[in-house]
């Protein structure tokens, strides 16, 4: 008894306001036939709608959108806006079946793996989610029906209890479904914001408030400075609309008392973003600039530079046998974060000739790449040499730090051009059977740890 109370509960007040019908459930009938009744209502909604639904379910990883269409034999095909799966087809539906069961309440259940239900998917390779919890994107594939009216239902999934909502589509919105206008949409969008120089970063400017601006799939990443200048980054749902290529907010962004980040609209050429202000909307542009290299690696962060105390070390040769015997050596410098435990980068300044010296750097113990400083004038009992300002990339994988001295880095590249450097050789010790020493700066001295400044 006390389950047909409870449907009781649940059905008694559905009402069916279609756009183009109005359906009430009678009240004389049983519980069985009023339940009967309104499930047979909305079979009869999902396969009446003339251009299909269009679906916006939540993930943990933002909105993804469907086109679905129901028929009577309980079949439903839909296209899916997830570009990014290797199961999922631009322009080519899935099918599945489904039907409305009684749960606590009539529920939509998709009961075949289809494109929806991959976002349920435990592989993480699938659905892309995480391989730590094999929870997919944590969204469901059963949907209690909480809602319908005006066109739209609303309902509820049955474990992650995530909203899920189809409304009508109309016939402009299938043909370009059908199109694959939605797949089009995102990959423009993200481009708008996708690095086409080394170090490029873009931002909009708020009331005189620098935020940062990256766009995603199904987000917007915005980086706001705190009272302390440091930059917080916040990840911002998104949804797309697939006629106009406009992005909405899901959650307006505030940025300062009276201004927030209500969407994107997309011009016909790129995107403006909209401000939601206490006198209307306003429209600003997205700019870019090169961020420099301490940026690159973490928005307000202070590095220390350290020098190896023993860096230099070569086989005893004489200048007679080998002029350059000492000095294919090198020098270590490690650049760290205050208040972090590893360093960050790793940089090797080394002799490959008596004219040349190259400077390897490496990013937490991954090799990057190197830089050669193509003239070195040596003093004339070869104690000191004095690195020029001609620099040039000895191997393709330093480009995007260097770019033609226009580079995130090249602030830190010419940083060891310029300067003259001391071998000083340290009396008594020895590294393999070879002496050993350091290199220390004569011009502009380097101290043995210093901050680079923000």
């Known amino acids: 008894m ?13 009402v069916f306001a279609g756009c183009d019908n109005e359906y009430t459930s009678n009240m004389d009938n049983s519980v069985e036939e009023r339940y009967d009744e309104t499930v047979s209502g909305y079979y009869s909604e999902l396969q009446g709608a003339q251009y299909g639904w269009i679906g916006q379910l939540p993930t943990s990883k933002g909105y993804y959108q469907f086109w679905m269409t129901f028929d009577n034999k309980g079949q439903v095909q839909m296209l899916s806006d997830n570009y990014t799966s290797p199961l ?27 494109y929806l239900t991959i976002l349920s998917d435990p592989n993480a390779a699938i659905s892309g989610g995480s391989s730590t919890t094999n929870r997919g994107l944590e969204t469901d594939f059963e949907f209690g029906i909480a809602d319908y009216s005006d066109g739209e239902f609303t309902t509820v999934g049955r474990f992650w209890d995530r909203e899920f909502t189809l409304r009508k589509a109309t016939q402009d919105e299938m043909t370009a479904w ?70 909405t907010y899901v959650d307006p962004l505030e940025v300062k008392a009276g201004f927030s980040i209500i969407g994107l609209r997309w011009t016909g050429t ?27 690696m973490g928005f307000g962060k202070t590095y220390t530079i350290g020098f190896s105390d023993i860096a230099i070390y070569g086989p005893n040769t004489t200048l007679a046998t080998n002029p350059f015997g000492y000095y294919t050596n090198r020098l270590d410098l490690w650049l760290k974060a205050a ?33 050669q400083y193509n003239n070195i004038v040596w003093n004339a009992d070869r104690s000191e040499f004095t690195v020029g300002t001609s620099i040039s990339v000895l191997d393709g994988n330093m480009n995007w730090l260097w770019n033609g001295g226009n580079g995130p880095g090249q ?42 400044p923000m």
């Open 2 to 14: 006390k389950r047909y109370i409870y449907i009781l509960f649940a059905v008694a007040a559905v």
């Open 88 to 114: 999922v087809n631009k322009t080519t539906p899935s099918t599945s079946l489904y039907s409305i069961k009684q749960f606590q309440r009539p529920t939509l259940v998709f009961e075949t793996y289809c």
């Open 178 to 247: 059908k199109a694959g206008k939605e797949w089009d949409n995102i990959t423009r969008a993200v481009a708008v914001t996708a690095a086409t120089r080394p170090g490029e970063s873009f931002y909009i400017m708020v009331d005189g408030v620098k935020v940062g601006l990256s766009i995603k799939e199904r987000s917007v990443v915005n980086g706001i400075p705190d009272a302390n200048g440091v930059n917080v980054t916040t990840t911002n749902f998104t949804l797309m609309d697939i006629l106009t290529g406009n992005i």
């Open 270 to 296: 790129t995107y403006v973003v909209q401000i939601q202000t206490s006198s209307g909307v306003q429209e600003v542009a997205i700019q870019s600039e090169i961020l420099p290299l301490y940026q690159l």
């Open 339 to 371: 208040g972090e435990g590893d360093y960050l980068t790793y940089v090797a300044y080394r002799f490959m000739s008596a004219t040349t010296v190259t400077l390897e750097v490496a990013f937490t113990d991954a090799y990057v790449g190197r830089m």
């Open 411 to 452: 602030e830190f590249i010419r940083y060891f051009a310029s300067k003259t450097y001391r071998i000083e050789w340290v009396a008594g010790a020895t590294y393999g059977g070879d002496a050993v020493g350091q290199l220390m700066v004569t011009t502009n001295p380097i101290a043995r740890a210093m901050v680079v």
